[in-house]
């Protein structure tokens, strides 16, 4: 059973670049000139002379929003990676085939966990202090949907990644309308940044591929589907809400 799933519409590739904390020393301009120039016609000045490039700090207000938002994409990878090794145990007993399905997820996921960890590493950003909650509280949810079955695990997938494409998806909408403004100003954005918001796309596109997965493999044959999605969703919710500022 693969039904359409309105998220899937799908956040389509951005051609976006991102603002983050720190600046990267820009690449010296190369300065080309050509000996076969007419000694009549001078090349214009600006080819002559390296052009000031314009570095703007982040603002305290961008500074703190991709402190939360770091942060809680860091917390979201940790849950996503309990929640899976909760549910393969009984997953893999009862159905073998999925097997090589859970283990690509899972290590998709712990790739996230590790950038994550760098980055808030890198930018001496703080981890939540709910981290040890929700140790807990993804451990324990995937330990109950995969002991539900198949159908109950799928749909614990199709809930979270749903929220958690979302969420994604809306911190590329605010990066991609910093950058807009940046260059309408005329500053410059470095390599760093630019390979931040790739990464950011990469890992939005991964989750909702886990998505398809879980939707392809009967996620909607869970009982009471409604009600499971429903409270993992409004608790996915809560926990980003929680994760940003505490």
Request: glycine fraction near 6%.
């Amino acid at each position: 059973m693969s039904p359409s799933l309105p998220l899937r519409t799908r956040l389509s590739p951005l051609a976006f670049q991102l603002a983050t904390r720190r600046h990267v020393t820009p690449h010296p301009r190369t300065i080309v000139s050509s000996a076969a120039s007419s000694a009549t016609e001078p090349e214009p000045a600006s080819l002559h002379t390296p052009q000031p490039t314009r570095r703007k700090p982040l603002s305290a207000e961008q500074k703190r929003f991709l402190d939360s938002a770091l942060r809680v994409n860091q917390a979201g990878e940790l849950a996503a990676t309990l929640i899976y090794t909760a549910q393969t145990p009984p997953l893999n007993k009862s159905h073998p085939h999925l097997r090589p399905l859970m283990k690509h997820m899972y290590d998709q996921e712990a790739g996230h966990f590790t950038y994550f960890n760098h980055i808030l590493a890198k930018h001496r950003i703080r981890p939540t202090l709910m981290y040890p909650f929700w140790h807990v509280a993804a451990t324990g949810l995937g330990w109950v949907t995969g002991a539900m079955g198949r159908e109950a695990a799928m749909a614990c997938t199709e809930a979270v990644e749903t929220e958690i494409g979302g969420h994604y998806n809306g911190q590329v909408k605010v990066l991609l309308a910093w950058v807009e403004g940046m260059e309408r100003r005329g500053e410059e954005i470095g390599e760093e940044l630019q390979g931040l918001i790739k990464e950011i796309r990469r890992i939005r596109d991964e989750e909702l591929e886990h998505l398809d997965h879980a939707v392809e493999n009967d996620a909607k044959e869970a009982k009471p589907y409604e009600l499971l999605t429903g409270v993992i969703r409004a608790g996915c919710r809560g926990a980003i809400w929680v994760s940003e500022k505490v």
